[in-house]
């Protein structure tokens, strides 16, 4: 049994060039794999589409169906956010070699093979006789679609913070429970897909997640006993604890990400697991944020680390007002050469902002009111000049005295 997990291929119409390269890549490594399953763990899409000449609808929809002439395919629903409830109901009406089968809530599938020794999927009951009745399944699923607190607590609003945290918990691990249930008496590889944030996974720096993201622990997943954890949500390909693997997204889709992209290949051969990483080539996107500094004339990169080598570059440049015709195009590239590309933002402070600094730089009174008379445009009598220098030196003096 050998089984594909990706996750988070965010198909957008305004990344389409590379969502397009990584679909290309992922499928021509398929061909020759030829899996017995693909699961898709979640954030297909990365926004509502529609169907215009522009959008990245109709090109999702062929991968999917390309997909689906390679092996079975399960897709599951990821955020709010990108996977829109319903989005994914289409591809369960595709007509396709092999079955597409598409989860919004949580549930247990099996994949069998029929007399035809043709593939398909079936639902799952706690302790049903369906091994019985049909032989045993190839591979058990359990499917975690994305949730959040509003899910859970839909009915539960008048809890209190450490009450409705407790329920949360008692929620997942009955769900997590239930899945073990289900595949109790099953000889067969048991996976749990899943779309969500496991304590202690590794975010991108540029990946932004969602408020209302429920945290999982690793020993809570592990109830469900499952022999591998195929998970989506996190942008980054790593294994959390043995057998708990995030794919990663299938390309850099964030500025701040620069880690390498993968998918995995997942092999029970002889009643043993082994995992797989292929490399998916894709650009990274890296965010570098500068300074100028004043005393030196040179340019201050605040992340400090080379990572923009044949990236997407964005720089963004800050500047004081008088610093705005200092720093050219061509000073920024030099500063980072071997980029792919440079998108260059230049982010002037407020003159006022700028002003307000001389306040606090001001060591008396008297100067912090020259300071902000200029600030705000308007002349200060020498009387209260002299008013502040006498109020500052009673108040030196009561000090010194107590």
């Known amino acids: 049994m050998k089984i594909v997990h990706t996750a988070d291929w965010h198909w957008s119409e305004h990344r389409l060039d590379k969502c397009r390269q990584s679909a290309e890549f992922i499928l021509a490594r398929l061909e ?7 699961i898709i763990a979640g954030d297909y899409w990365d926004k509502r589409q529609v169907l215009a000449r522009s959008s990245a609808a109709l090109p999702a ?19 709010d956010a990108h996977d829109a409830a319903g989005s994914l109901e289409l591809f369960g009406d595709l007509r396709t070699v092999y079955p597409v089968y598409a989860s919004e809530r949580p549930e247990t599938i099996a ?8 593939p398909y999927f079936e639902r799952c009951a706690p302790f049903s006789d369906l091994e019985k009745k049909s032989g045993v399944p190839q591979v058990l699923v359990h499917l975690l679609p994305y949730f959040t607190k509003s899910h859970l607590l839909a009915e539960r609003s008048e809890m209190s913070i ?31 897909a899943g779309h969500c944030s496991i304590t202690g996974a590794l975010i991108s720096s540029g990946q932004t997640l969602i408020g209302q993201d429920v945290e999982v622990s690793k020993n809570d997943l592990a109830l469900a006993c499952a022999d591998y954890y195929a ?10 604890a043995p057998g708990m693997w995030y794919a990663g997204s299938t390309y850099h889709n964030n500025f701040g990400e620069t880690e390498r992209k993968y998918f995995n290949i997942v092999d029970f051969a002889h009643k043993r697991l082994a995992v797989e ?4 080539p894709s650009r990274p996107l890296s965010l570098h944020e500068v300074r100028l500094d004043s005393a030196t004339d040179t340019l201050v990169d605040e992340k400090g680390v080379e990572d923009w080598s044949g990236a997407e570059l964005r720089v963004r440049v800050h500047l004081k007002k008088e610093q705005e015709r200092s720093v ?9 050469p071997g980029a792919w590309s440079y998108s260059i933002e230049r982010i002037i402070a407020p003159e006022e902002r700028l002003r307000s600094e001389g306040i606090a730089d001001a060591r008396s009174l008297k100067e912090k009111l020259r300071e902000w008379a200029f600030t705000v445009e308007r002349d200060v009598p020498n009387e209260v000049l002299e008013i502040a220098d006498e109020a500052e030196a009673a108040v030196r003096s009561t000090i010194q005295e107590g």
């Open 231 to 240: 998970l989506g949500h996190i942008h980054v390909n790593q294994e959390i």
């Open 61 to 79: 929809i062929e991968a999917m169906m390309r997909l689906a002439s390679i092996s079975p395919v399960i897709v599951i629903l990821g955020n």
């Open 328 to 336: 050219d195009d061509g000073r920024i590239r030099r500063k980072f």
């Open 111 to 118: 994949l069998r093979l029929g007399k035809d020794a043709q």
């Open 162 to 192: 450490d009450a409705s945290n407790l329920y949360l918990r008692e929620s997942l691990r009955k769900i997590f429970l239930g899945f073990a249930a289900v595949g109790a008496g099953h000889a067969c590889p048991h996976i749990l």
């Open 32 to 38: 020759d794999i030829r899996p017995d399953l693909h």
């Open 277 to 280: 990483r292929i490399e998916i």
